[in-house]
């Protein structure tokens, strides 16, 4: 089968492009970057090199294709994210129609299920609607929880200041699971026979903040490694010192205190799947402490 991956050599297109490449398949992989064309040959891919901004070099990229995997790249030169990420998916909604697709596994977020108050994730839920207006395409939208490698963010302020947090506190709930697990599902989505538009849940763990943090402390060395919640104010300052635009940062505040509320995870709480991913925090932290002590 032929497949389209979009998402250039990215934490899930790459173990997915593999995926589907170890079982048999033709895999195009969509990148803007030129210097990647080398390593996506090495996998055994086609290169597409181009933008998600094009629609016509998409609708050439998805040409042909069995199905395809969609995902919005990031943006950190925009601040109006949101927008942004809904315009992605116009570009997607336009692209499918001219080519003629008829599969889609589409990467979306917990939350997304929310059309406010989430940060970015709300945006994904603009991708869910615009796609779902699609009329004889399949499609399934890969609502994945909070990623694993995040917690790699947080290397700075652990060596700065001793300490992990954020605006919301060490009860709250976090689901989260690890970027392989999502690529092993879509991976079986494509291959999958399937004709409806459906939202599934793609997670590995869930557990308070207070624990993770005892876990990942452990594993450096630091078991009493505390967790700080900050007010919305400090934690938007925070990040704007760290670098990151205003508007950036007022996502991800907000993000923080929908995941404080518990709002973020409300729906999946209510349709919880039976099967988790199998990566757990126990797995993931021999890589988070290989990267601390990396100093990197």
């Known amino acids: 089968m032929k497949f389209t991956v979009t998402g250039s050599l990215g ?3 790459k173990p997915l492009t593999q995926l589907l490449i170890d079982k048999g398949h033709e895999v195009t992989v969509v990148s803007s970057d030129s210097q990647k064309a080398g390593k996506i040959e090495a996998l055994g891919a086609n290169p597409a090199i181009g933008s998600v901004e094009d629609v016509d070099f998409l609708a050439r990229s998805f040409e042909g294709a069995d199905g395809i995997y969609t995902m919005v790249p990031p943006n950190w030169n ?3 994210y949101r ?4 315009g992605i998916g116009k570009v997607y909604l336009k692209a499918i129609q001219l080519s003629g697709i008829k599969k889609v596994v589409n990467l979306s977020s917990i939350g997304a299920h929310l059309p406010a108050g989430t940060g970015s994730i709300a945006g994904l839920h603009d991708v869910e609607d615009i796609l779902n207006t699609l009329d004889g395409v399949a499609i399934r939208h890969l609502r994945a929880g909070l ?7 947080d290397m700075v302020t652990i060596r700065n200041m001793g300490l992990m947090g954020n605006n919301y506190g060490s009860g709250s709930t976090l689901v989260m699971v690890h970027p392989r697990d999502i690529a092993g599902t879509a991976c079986r989505e494509l291959e999958s026979l399937f ?3 459906k939202h599934l849940y793609v997670v590995g763990e869930e557990g308070r903040i207070g624990s993770i943090v005892r876990v990942l402390g452990s594993a450096i060395g630091k078991p009493d490694l505390p967790w700080v919640q900050f007010s919305d104010e400090e934690t938007l300052n925070g990040m704007i010192a760290g ?3 205003k508007g950036i940062a007022e996502m991800y505040v907000e993000m923080g205190r929908a995941i404080g509320s518990g709002v973020l995870f409300e729906d999946f709480e209510a ?3 039976r099967d988790f991913g199998p990566t757990k925090l126990s797995d993931f932290v021999s890589e988070f402490a290989a990267v601390y002590h990396s100093g990197k």
């Open 11 to 13: 934490n899930i297109s």
């Open 195 to 197: 004709t409806e538009k």
């Open 271 to 273: 349709h919880k799947p």
């Open 83 to 86: 927008q942004y990420i809904g």
């Open 147 to 153: 990623f694993f490698p995040n917690f790699f963010f």
């Open 78 to 80: 925009t601040s109006r």
């Open 243 to 245: 670098g990151m635009s």
